[in-house]
């Protein structure tokens, strides 16, 4: 079970330039809003037609604009989970799952047999002659779900399945999601700009920027290393700042007014702080930075501070993320700093994250 896409679509304005190759796995497509993740699934169900290139699934063509071949959505046989899960408003659920099979030579009687079985699976029973404005955010989902698995999709693809969902609702239907996809044989694509559920729920992550694939990699290897500015930020690096090597030992980091004892390549372009608590120091080591503090915000477990070299006069308000840090520290690691105007920050060479590739972060 595979996937293989090389497509291109100008749409004036924005341009999707996109590879991907997956096997029977679950694919994750990251990226901020209108980057191109959404678009590229509805490349691959037919929906979207690309300029240029080709789409397999399974080893089976459903576009190639050499060839001249662009098979219509209802031969595709993939199934796409929109974001508001597209149900008929007045249609029941048996009704809604039996769509799934439209244009299946099968007689109405088997059609009625599947689907049923499709709502034993989803545990949808009791609720077939129910409308999806009787139905709950997950029972609705888990229509949606049965109508695209009643139609034994080669490749199942779903589009920000969670996002209109409140947090505890979010992990409830997640949690679902992750047994349907365990079960479904065949490869799977999620969609998302939410860096913790991507991580939970895939096997291999593409970072998508402006329509173009960014970098790719296993979730581990990703989030461990992400090679790149923007892949940085959406594995939850926050804080940046440009470098110059001094010589084998030590590098400036420009945006933080700081010398720091660590070795660099000489492509070395940027360091970026891990996402995790940081540690203050009473004292100015060599490893240790000095920021004034900006503001001290009280969270439940720990303390987020926003803090600025001592000559940055940028308002926070206009932040970046190079001009500002911001950072979080234990609540009894900050108590002894609490008040003060500057503090000490160790930069521990293991939180400190190294970005060779040329990154487009002007």
């Known amino acids: 079970m595979s996937l293989d896409m090389k497509v291109k679509k100008d749409f004036g304005g924005f341009v999707l330039d996109l590879e991907l190759h997956a096997e029977n796995e679950v694919l994750a497509l990251l990226g901020a809003s209108g980057c191109g993740k959404s678009m590229t699934l509805k490349c691959i169900a037919g929906i979207v037609t690309p300029d240029e290139g080709y789409i397999?699934?399974?080893?089976?063509?459903?576009?190639?604009?050499?060839?001249?071949?662009?098979?219509?959505?209802?031969?595709?046989?993939?199934?796409?989970?929109?974001?508001?899960?597209?149900?008929?408003?007045?249609?029941?659920?048996?009704q809604n799952i039996m769509m799934g099979m439209t244009g299946f030579d099968l007689?109405?009687?088997?059609?009625?047999?599947?689907?049923?079985?499709?709502?034993?699976?989803?545990?949808?029973?009791?609720?077939?002659?129910?409308?999806?404005?009787?139905?709950s955010g997950g029972q609705q989902q888990r229509v949606a779900l049965a109508r695209?698995?009643?139609?034994?999709?080669?490749?199942?693809?779903?589009?920000?399945?969670?996002?209109?969902?409140?947090?505890?609702?979010?992990?409830?239907?997640?949690?679902?999601?992750?047994?349907?996809?365990?079960?479904?044989d065949g490869t799977?694509?999620?969609?998302?700009?939410?860096?913790?559920?991507?991580?939970?729920?895939?096997?291999?992550?593409?970072?998508?920027?402006?329509?173009?694939?960014?970098?790719f990699d296993s979730k581990e290897n990703l989030f461990e290393n992400p090679p790149t500015y923007q892949s940085a930020k959406l594995t939850g690096f926050r804080n940046f700042t440009r470098v110059e090597r001094i010589d084998d030992s030590h590098f400036r980091a420009l945006d933080w007014d700081a010398v720091l004892p660590y070795p660099t390549d000489e492509d070395t372009e940027l360091a970026a702080l891990r996402p995790e608590p940081v540690q203050l120091s009473a004292e100015m080591?060599?490893?240790?930075?000095?920021?004034?503090?900006?503001?001290?915000?009280?969270?439940?477990?720990?303390m987020i501070l926003l803090l600025t070299p001592q000559g940055n006069d940028r308002p926070m308000d206009a932040a970046d993320d190079f001009s500002w840090l911001h950072v979080t520290v234990k609540k009894e690691d900050f108590a002894p700093f609490a008040g003060k105007n500057v503090v000490n920050v160790k930069m521990r060479r293991h939180q400190l994250l190294m970005i060779r590739r040329s990154p487009q972060y002007e």
């Open 56 to 94: 397999r699934v399974n080893g089976k063509t459903l576009f190639d604009s050499r060839q001249k071949i662009n098979l219509p959505p209802q031969k595709r046989h993939v199934g796409l989970l929109f974001q508001n899960y597209a149900l008929f408003p007045n249609m029941t659920v048996e």
């Open 107 to 135: 007689p109405k009687a088997e059609k009625r047999q599947r689907a049923r079985e499709m709502m034993k699976s989803f545990y949808l029973d009791g609720l077939e002659q129910h409308r999806p404005s009787q139905l």
């Open 148 to 184: 695209i698995m009643v139609s034994r999709p080669s490749i199942l693809m779903l589009d920000e399945p969670f996002s209109a969902l409140d947090s505890f609702l979010r992990w409830e239907l997640e949690k679902e999601l992750m047994k349907v996809l365990e079960s479904f």
């Open 188 to 215: 799977s694509i999620i969609v998302s700009h939410n860096r913790d559920e991507v991580y939970r729920i895939s096997d291999h992550i593409a970072v998508i920027v402006d329509g173009h694939k960014d970098c």
């Open 285 to 302: 080591t060599d490893d240790t930075v000095c920021f004034r503090v900006g503001k001290a915000i009280d969270n439940i477990n720990e």
